[in-house]
């Protein structure tokens, strides 16, 4: 299944033909973190605890389960079975409870662990998801509900990353793989940047570019924001350019991880 972003709503049609949405009469549970990111050896392990807080004003019952995850740069993302990608570290991690009652205005823990396995052969990182999700006993639908009419009702699901560096071994290895320039409705034009990362570790670089005109004269530099990217992953950046006059430029696009590896490309632009 693809989707396009790892917090996310499902909906449930109740059978008929005219689709409306119901209203939602509580705030619901939310997360504490969406990011669990550590580094650790092999044979090691580490633990935690993960907040959910119910702002609403009845208990609200939810399921914790686990998925496996990859993002692509077309905005998709994949959620499946956990434990069956190659870097999937479903199978390390433990938590509990699976399922829980949060009651109004409190919160509640949910514990987990990461065991990471005797295996010299791990390099890199491993990821999966937690996937913290609200259950509704029922669907309260409105008096008037004509027949031949739907009923929908928005379930939240949270998505946490759960993140495993091995020590610092592997390597990320980004390349670019495409790039298109966007002129948008009122001229607001960007630079749309696609970079893969084909190693075994993950980067989180920035995307910056410096412009320059045809007679070389530097018109500016331009920043989008920082991406995860993990290994077997692609993204899209995105460097806006409105503020650029039309006309025709150079163009040096670097990502820029923090580290030694700094990996650049020109382009030549016409807007």
Known sequence: MRTTNPIWRISIIIGGLLLFVLPRCEAGVTVGTLTIEEEARVGESYRGTITLANDGNEFQEVIIYQTDYLCFSDGSNEYGDAGTLERSNADWITFSPSQLEVPPHESSQVSYEINVPEDSSLIGTFWSLLMVEEVNSSINLPSDLQRNQAGVRQVIRYGIQCITHIGETGHHRLSFTG??????????????VDVENVGERWAVPIAWMELY???????????????????????????????????????????????????????????
Do not use: M
């Open 213 to 271: 005109d045809t007679s070389g004269r530097h018109v500016g530099r331009f920043e989008s924001e920082k991406r995860r990217i993990f290994p077997g992953t692609s993204v899209r950046f995105r460097i806006h350019l409105s503020s650029v006059h039309t006309g025709k430029y150079k163009a040096l696009v670097v990502l820029d991880n923090g580290d030694r590896n700094v990996l650049g490309a020109k382009y030549d632009l016409e807007f």
């Open 179 to 192: 790039t298109q320039l966007v002129i948008g409705e009122n001229e607001e034009k960007e630079l749309q």
